[in-house]
């Protein structure tokens, strides 16, 4: 098994409680994020539910741009890229309120939690993101 990287969860009924969702985002967030998570040294699922729990607790706002979600209105930021991620359906319901009261799709509270997680934690390693948005 030579060149096999295995990856088990600390407790694997976690894992099975962990619904699979694909993020439709932005390139730039999408290479960043899998940037983070193989530089730091976390377990992958832990820095999923970090970001998004961070972005729930912090009470964090929405990049202006990333609010537009016209593809033809000017300054849509594309997501020409994905990111899939592990997360537990009871977060995923508070993403979604979070959203709501926002008046912004799940998938944008989710690209934004994402690039903040990046930006929070490229710090700690010595990376500055130059963000597009």
């Known amino acids: ?9 600390l ?9 699979v969702v694909k993020v ?13 998570k193989k530089k730091i040294d976390y377990p992958v699922l832990l ?6 729990e961070d972005f729930l607790q912090l009470k ?5 741009m990333l609010t537009i979600e016209s593809f033809s209105a000017p300054g849509y930021i594309k997501r020409d890229d994905s990111i899939t991620v592990y997360v537990e359906e009871a977060l995923l319901d508070q993403l979604k309120e979070r959203a709501e009261e926002l008046g912004v799709k799940r998938n944008t509270i989710m690209i934004q939690a994402i690039k903040n997680y990046c930006t929070y934690h490229g710090k700690e390693i010595g990376i500055k993101f130059d963000w597009s948005f």
């Open 1 to 9: 098994m030579e060149g096999v990287l295995l990856i088990a969860p």
């Open 11 to 19: 407790d694997m009924k976690e894992f099975f409680m962990k619904k």
């Open 24 to 36: 439709k985002a932005p390139k730039e967030v999408a290479e960043a994020y899998k940037m983070i």
């Open 47 to 52: 820095q999923d539910k970090w970001a998004f």
């Open 60 to 64: 964090e706002k929405i990049d202006i």
